[in-house]
């Protein structure tokens, strides 16, 4: 069976799995408060083996390739799919790669926060595509980067009040050249949101809502994991421990919710024809060596 990937930022990654179980040296703190030094590696094992990710591998009897830090933006993500297959900036294969990309059957990009750095952002009057890393004007760490205030200062004189929605075309303008490469060597790929706002960027987006996992609960439909917690505190973090005191504004994905979403990309990947067909090498004279 061919592997998968999943690419994402805490949420993918499985921030706060660990602290359900019962081993050793788990510090819980009042408010949500990630500290990569508490993390041991008994700690990682356990988050690696409840989240979504592998409970999807799983299920199709493949492997799974994640990132292995916690967090990033949606630049580092692209960075990460695109090194681990050896994808330069012209959409060409680079040799000796850390994964051959025909081992790969199908991509589930978790969109973070579009404006969290660093970013792209597509200047019209430049024709260029800059890197940004601090979205706000009033951020004191521009006093030591004067370039990049100053880049920061032109772009928002651009796109005045669109300047964040111009960073979220940006990134689907990049995301669906990555889809159609990756598409193009047989690879099925998904797009998977946290926030709402995000979500409903894509809104008459035929290309991505295509490829849109959606989240099934109680018989409704739910486009963004935000928009499932909101509702039901069971599936944040926070709504499990809060009672005891901790981890009071802790929204990532808990244990429970971490099920449900991998049970949702499992029913469309299952109900997607293409996913099929890669995943388990089906030609013609190559029938299914499995039946779902």
Request: charged share 25%; net charge neutral.
């Amino acid at each position: 069976m061919k592997g998968m990937v999943f690419a994402g930022c805490s949420f993918t990654w499985g921030e706060g799995l660990h602290l359900y179980s019962d081993i050793s040296d788990i510090i819980y703190t009042k408010n949500q408060d990630f500290d990569t030094n508490n993390i041991k590696e008994s700690h990682k094992k356990c988050i690696e083996s409840n989240r979504f990710a592998r409970k999807v591998a799983n299920h199709f009897d493949s492997w799974e390739i994640c990132k292995e830090n916690n967090g990033g933006s949606n630049l580092d993500n692209l960075d990460f799919i695109k090194k681990s297959f050896g994808i330069n900036d012209d959409y060409a294969l680079e040799p000796n790669a850390k994964f051959n990309i025909k081992d790969i059957s199908c991509l589930v990009f978790q969109v973070t926060h579009p404006e969290r750095g660093p970013f792209l952002l597509y200047s019209n009057k430049d024709n260029i595509k800059y890197k940004m890393n601090i979205l706000s004007l009033d951020n004191e760490s521009l006093d030591n980067l004067p370039e990049e205030k100053n880049l920061l200062f032109k772009l928002y004189e651009e796109y005045g009040n669109s300047f964040e929605y111009q960073i979220s075309k940006t990134l689907f303008n990049e995301l669906e050249k990555l889809f159609i490469f990756l598409e193009k060597n047989k690879i099925a790929c998904k797009i998977l949101f946290w926030q709402e706002r995000v979500a409903e960027l894509i809104k008459d987006n035929k290309f991505f809502e295509d490829r849109l996992i959606t989240l099934s609960y109680k018989n409704k439909l739910y486009k963004s994991i935000e928009e499932l917690t909101n509702r039901y505190s069971k599936f944040a973090i926070f709504g499990h421990f809060k009672k005891f005191g901790v981890q009071m504004n802790d929204a990532h994905p808990s244990k429970l919710c971490h099920q449900l979403i991998a049970e949702n990309i499992i029913n469309n990947l299952e109900n997607d024809i293409n996913f099929i067909k890669y995943h388990f090498n089906i030609t013609n004279n190559n029938p299914p060596n499995k039946i779902i």
